[in-house]
Structure formats: C-alpha cells, structure tokens
C-alpha cells in the first residue's frame, strides 16, 4: 500500500489508536478497581479514575499469601512438567517422521494427523480419564489430558526438521557412527532451538491459561487448584453468595470486590511483564504454519 | 526406494535370493528400530487422549452403568438421541452454535481485514509494531481473567457500564446485564472480537505484507486513489486468505469456545437461551445434572457432524489453495 493521502493516514491512525485504547483500558479498569476503596466501589462502581484510593485489598492478598502462592505454585509446578514432556513427546515423535525412509511413515503421519480431524468429544473423553485411567483428583489430571502433545506442533517440528537440517551433515554424523539418537540429541536438538523454543513459549501459555483440565477432573481437590482455577473459584463462591445472602459460606472468607480485582491483577501481571520479551516468539507462534506463515 | 522394490519383486526368487533378502530386512528393521522405539511414548498418549474416546463415541447408543464398565454396559439403540431431542434445549443450543459462529465468522474476519490494511497503510513503523503488540494482549490471557474483566463491566451494582456509562447517554436505571438473555448475542460477539481481533488481524497482515509492492507502484503512477489499490490490489491478493480462513472456520461450526459460553455469562441460567452452546450443553449435562445419556448424543452428533465438516472444508481448501490446507 502507497499511502500519500492525510485524511486517510488521519482515519488509519485514529483506527488504531482507538484499538489500542480498546485493549488497554480494560486492564486499567481491573487495576483501578483494584485500588479503589470498597466504600467507593460500593457507591460508585468501578470506575477509571476511582477518588478514594486504598491499598488495602493488595495488604488483604499479602495477609491471604498462604493460598494465593499455594496456586501460584501449582500453576508453576503443572506449567513446568507439561511444558517439559510436551517438548520430549512432541520432539520424540517427530523425528522419526522426519525421516523420508521410514517404513511405515505414511500411516504413522495419518495415524497423528487424523487427531486434528476427528476426536470424541469431551464425554468418551472424560470416561477414558476416569474410568480407564484414573486421573480424577490427581496432579496428572492438570497435565495430561488434552495438553501432554499437539499433534500440529509434531507436524511444524517435522517439517522444520526436514527443511531446515541438511541432509548431508546427518549423513556425515552417521558415517562417523553416530547412531539415531546421537544424531538427535548432538545435531538435530541443537540447530532447533528456535522452533523449540517456540512451542515451549506456546505450550507455556496453553498450560498456565487452562482452567478447564481443572474444572473437569479436579472434583475434591482444590488444593491442586493453579491460579486459573483459584480464580474461578473465587468467583464462583461470591456469585454464590451474592445469590444467597444468608447462605452458609462465611462471608468473611470470600474476598470483596477490590480484593477479587487484585487477585486478577497479580494473576496476569507477570504474563504482561514478561510478554514484551517474549512477544516476538509469540507472534512467531500464532503465524507458524498458518496461511503463507 | 520404492522404484528398486517393485523391480525386486520381478527377480526370480532363487532360495539364496530369498535369504539375503531377509537378511536385509532384518537389518533394516534393527536400522530403523530406535526410530520405531523413539515413536512410542507419543502413539501410546494418542491411544490414550485421542483413539480410545473415539471408540468411546459408542456410548451415545448404551445406558452407561459405572458397575458394567464403558464396554459392557447395555446398548439402548437410539433412546439417548430421542431422550434429547425430547425437549428444545438440545437444538436452542445447536442452533446459537451456528449462529454465534457465523457471526464471528464475519464479524471476526471483516475486523481483521480492516485492522490489517490499517496496518499496512500506518506510515511510522515504531506506531505499527507498537500496535501490532498491544492487539495480541487479550489474546494471550485465560478466558477466566476475561471474565473478570467483564464483570467488572458488567455487573449489576458496581459495573462500569451501568455506574458510568450508561447515566452518558442519559439511561439511569440499571440494566441486569446477567439477568436479560436478550443482551447477550451483542455481548458475546464484542468479547469474542476483543479476545480474538489481534491473532485474526496478525494472520491477515502476514498476507498483505506479502503482496508484491510493485503492484502498488504501477498502480500509483496510473493515478489509483487509496480506495482503488485496497479494491483492486489488496483485497483481490488476501482473497486466498479469506477463503481458507472462512472455510476452516465453517469446518469448525458446531464446535464453540467452551470458556466464553460458560465463564463470561456467569453460568447465569436465565441466559441460557442465547448463551447455551453444544460445548456447554455437553458440559452441563454430564458434570453438572449428571446425564451421562443425553451429553453423549449430543457429543456423538457434534463429533460426526464436526468430522464431516473439517473433512469438506479441508477439501475443499486443498482444491483451492494446496498449501493453507491442513492435508
């Protein structure tokens, strides 16, 4: 596009000024909220320039550490594991797909593929997951079901394998005597940091933005809860008691308006902190095999 | 490879022949073993997470009983199917399925191809990439924090719109957002574009930064005005774009975000009649009201409908354009 002309560039500029105002001022309203007296957000709501500041909610979190860090933890530990046997899975299958002689590569590669298609649905699913393999109420069923390998990931890997690690310095690496997995670990793991790289980052955001694994499989034990998890509960027990008042849930356990804000605050602020370092393995993330990516 | 086998089969097979072959397949396979082995953990979690629920899909034909187990429960025939589609919840819920999707079908894409010519045509470059990472923000949070944030909007006593935006345009009664269904299919669709607009835009604006820049300069020297080179340049060099996109999306029609359906409204259930997906439906029935029957129909139909529609738009994306295709 050759863009000389001033009322375009104006209104170009103007639309995306306004985008940007669109997806910041939400935050600004959960901090604000967040630092606004209870007894002005009980007059006056939320409000972008809240008059009555207090740091009380954030004093409140500090005092309530004990179970805001226990999720935190969580989140941290399930992250930490997914992340890690996802790369190992993901890597372990898509090197020997990589490889253009495997016996048996094209049904392999269907059998993988054929998961993107078609799946059964979160009943049969949930069975499997309780029923044939118990991972009801288990840390494992924050990690393994529907986040341990993707098979599109297993697909990008592949293809990044076969365009982007000469065949030659493979073939060299074998007459030396290296066998498979020498190569993969002394050669192909090291020219594919980048693509490792992102989809750790990926699968990072996938783990530690799900809340579903827990809302499915951890019945009892909210103590496994990550921060996700936490949070919706938090706001379901204050929905509960919202719609019934004199119910049996101390009231005094259920944190109050500023204070359900600040949780949400503290739960995606190191995710912002860290975005601008990482952004651009992220933008490379979400284009990575997508159209003309 | 495969040209040297088939001629193999040709030979006459003289017993030492034979053997030698066998040798060699032999070594072949020890050759490729630790590849084969390499493969195993990663078929085991398929069998596990993907191929063992499709062969449970067959329990929308059985009264499941736990004692029995999956397998040995008895088979009822088509009773579930009937049971659900006994009353409307079933199809309300297929029906705001669609409906919703189509919606963000075009709103979602509309958006984006306008954010990426944006883009395109914003002449500073530190104003491009700054935008450029502030549209990806909504994206990169969980659906819970959304819903966070729309309560903040929303809610009844203390929310933004009814505390500070609606006494604006001069409405001083609040409005119950989560208590009027009537609301919500504007709603979901601004929070759907809001979460969404950044990742479909960077996607659009991959493309139209690939278009060749000579176009653009043969076209001013002729005197095209801006509106010419977006009609005649730009949109007709996204158009494999738009297609694929739109065409997996339709693929994608019967399955919906499980989080925006569920979490944003609050499970509110006086909104279930705009707000009710076959995810949330599904979700509900089994965990929630415990009906093991009726969420297994609908996940089977979902499931098969799901399949067939992937299987046609990726099909038809392969006739048109080979490389966006997913096979």
């Known amino acids: ?293 | 490879m495969k040209k040297m086998t088939k001629t193999s089969k040709t030979w006459e097979m003289t017993p030492s022949v034979r053997s030698y072959q066998q040798i060699r397949r032999r070594r072949r396979f020890l050759r490729f073993l630790p590849l084969y082995l390499m493969l195993l953990p990663g078929a085991a979690y398929l069998i596990i997470n993907n191929y063992l629920p499709m062969a449970g899909l067959i329990i929308a034909f059985k009264k499941i009983d736990y004692s029995l187990g999956i397998f040995k429960s008895p088979w009822v025939g088509l009773s579930n199917f009937k049971y659900l589609f006994s009353n409307n919840d079933a199809l309300i819920a297929i029906r705001n399925t669609i409906l919703y999707n189509l919606g963000f079908i075009l709103f979602g894409n509309a958006l984006a191809i306008v954010v990426a010519i944006a883009l395109d045509s914003a002449r500073n470059k530190y104003f491009k990439q700054v935008s450029q990472v502030v549209f990806l923000i909504p994206f990169l949070l969980s659906t819970v924090i959304v819903s966070y944030i729309a309560l903040a909007f929303l809610s009844p006593s203390n929310g933004f719109l009814n505390n500070s935006i609606l006494p604006l345009l001069g409405i001083d009664d609040p409005i119950k957002w989560y208590n009027q269904s009537k609301y919500w299919p504007v709603i979901l669709n601004i929070v759907f574009l809001w979460m969404s607009f950044g990742y479909s835009s960077i996607l659009y604006y991959s493309s139209v930064i690939g278009i060749d820049k000579t176009y653009y300069e043969a076209a001013v020297v002729d005197g095209a005005s801006i509106w010419q080179q977006i009609r005649y340049i730009t949109l007709p060099g996204l158009k494999p774009t738009i297609i694929t996109l739109m065409l997996l999306a339709v693929g994608r029609i019967c399955y919906s975000d499980f989080g925006l359906f569920y979490l944003i409204p609050q499970h509110s259930g006086l909104l279930y009649s705009t707000t009710q997906t076959i995810d949330t439906f599904v979700y509900r029935a089994l965990l929630e009201l415990n009906d093991v029957g009726r969420s297994s129909a609908a996940g089977f139909l979902q499931s098969i409908v799901g399949f067939i529609l992937v299987f046609g738009a990726n099909w038809l994306v392969t006739k048109l354009d080979k490389e966006s295709a997913l096979f």
């Open chain 1, 1 to 293: 596009m050759i863009n000389n002309n001033k009322i375009y560039s104006f209104f170009v500029n103007f639309l995306l000024v306004s985008l940007i105002v669109a997806c910041v001022v939400p935050f600004w309203l959960l901090f604000a909220g967040s630092i606004t007296s209870e007894d002005y957000l009980i007059q006056h709501g939320y409000s972008l320039f809240p008059k009555e500041f207090s740091f009380s909610a954030y004093s409140y979190l500090w005092a309530a550490k004990d179970s805001i860090g226990r999720a935190y933890l969580m989140s941290i530990l399930i992250s930490g594991i997914g992340v890690m046997a996802n790369i190992v899975l993901t890597v372990l299958f898509a090197y020997p797909l990589a490889h253009k002689d495997l016996p048996g590569r094209g049904a392999i590669s269907f059998f993988l593929f054929f998961t993107m298609l078609f799946n059964g649905g979160l009943v049969p699913t949930y069975m499997v997951y309780t029923n044939i393999i118990n991972v009801k109420d288990t840390l494992a069923g924050m990690i393994v079901p529907y986040l341990l390998m993707n098979a599109f990931f297993v697909i990008i890997m592949r293809t990044y394998f076969t365009t982007n690690i000469p065949g030659e310095v493979l073939e060299a690496a074998k007459i030396d005597g290296a066998g498979e997995v020498q190569s993969l670990l002394k050669i192909v793991l090291p020219m594919s940091k980048p693509i490792i790289a992102t989809i750790a980052l990926m699968t990072l955001i996938t783990y530690w933005n799900n809340w579903t694994n827990g809302i499915y499989f951890l019945t009892t034990k909210t103590d496994l809860y990550g921060i996700q998890n936490y949070l919706n509960d938090v706001m379901n027990k204050a929905a509960f008691l919202q719609s019934h008042a004199n119910g049996m849930i101390n009231a005094k356990s259920i944190p109050n308006i500023s204070v359900r804000m600040a949780i949400a605050v503290i739960a995606v602020l190191p995710l912002l902190i860290a975005y601008p370092f990482f952004q651009k393995y992220f933008v490379k993330g979400i284009t990575l095999g997508s159209v003309k990516g």
